[in-house]
């Protein structure tokens, strides 16, 4: 282990200084100079070489964490809720968060890396025949949408992480999705670090989609995780 140099050593036979002692025992400005480094700032440079950390040394959460929720009731989303909402605009201000499938997480530490994963089940009204395409205007068959937003934020990466939301005229017409986002961490270049964030599914339906009768669409069962890595 590497030796912490002490700013101020007492001689014997002198009259030691309290604020140099002090300093000694703590002082974070001076630190590796200070065996204030014992209090949370020792890392692998101060480990010896012949000791391996197991897992009975490790503080829960220490390496990982995590968290989710989750919800089962039905909550039916109508279209005279979105009345501002224009397809080709698909301004995600305009999406609502859907309870059970969002989420506030607080991280300890930068991680270096983040996996948020969900799953939904819904039901939407409208004609028959989906796609997982996203144009920028969706077709008749397609009465809504829902996002993975983070932080606020509208998810895009790499592929488009989304759902369209279909329907059927005569029946409703059912909707799985099970998805997946790996995060990095600051370190890693990424945008999730130390603090508090967010994580949330959020809907729009469409109200100018030419189908008949109300747009709508029933969301079931639900559930949103995060875990994070040191």
Request: charged share 15%; glycine share 12%.
């Amino acid at each position: 282990m590497p030796d912490i140099v002490l700013p101020h050593t007492p001689v014997d036979g002198a009259v030691s200084s309290a604020d140099g002692i002090s300093q000694n025992l703590y002082d974070p400005a001076a630190a590796p100079n200070s065996y204030e480094v014992i209090n949370g700032r020792l890392n692998n440079p101060n480990r010896r070489a012949t000791w391996d950390v197991d897992s009975t040394q490790i503080q829960q959460n220490a390496c990982s964490g995590g968290g989710s929720v989750g919800a089962t009731l039905g909550l039916d989303y109508f279209d005279n809720l979105f009345r501002s909402f224009d397809a080709a605009a698909n301004d995600p201000a305009l999406y609502e968060p859907i309870p059970g499938g969002s989420l506030e997480f607080f991280l300890p530490y930068d991680p270096a890396l983040t996996i948020l994963s969900w799953t939904l089940h819904l039901t939407g009204n409208g004609v028959l025949g989906a796609t997982y395409d996203d144009p920028a205007a969706p077709p008749p068959n397609i009465v809504g949408r829902v996002y993975l937003h983070v932080d606020g934020v509208r998810v895009v990466a790499g592929t488009t992480r989304n759902m369209l939301i279909p329907g059927n005229s005569t029946r409703g017409l059912t909707r799985s999705w099970a998805g997946h986002i790996m995060i990095d961490g600051p370190g890693l270049g990424g945008t999730l670090g130390k603090g508090w964030h967010s994580a949330s599914l959020r809907i729009v339906i469409d109200p100018t989609a030419t189908q008949p009768g109300v747009q709508f669409s029933r969301v079931n069962c639900r559930a949103i995780n995060y875990v994070y890595f040191s």
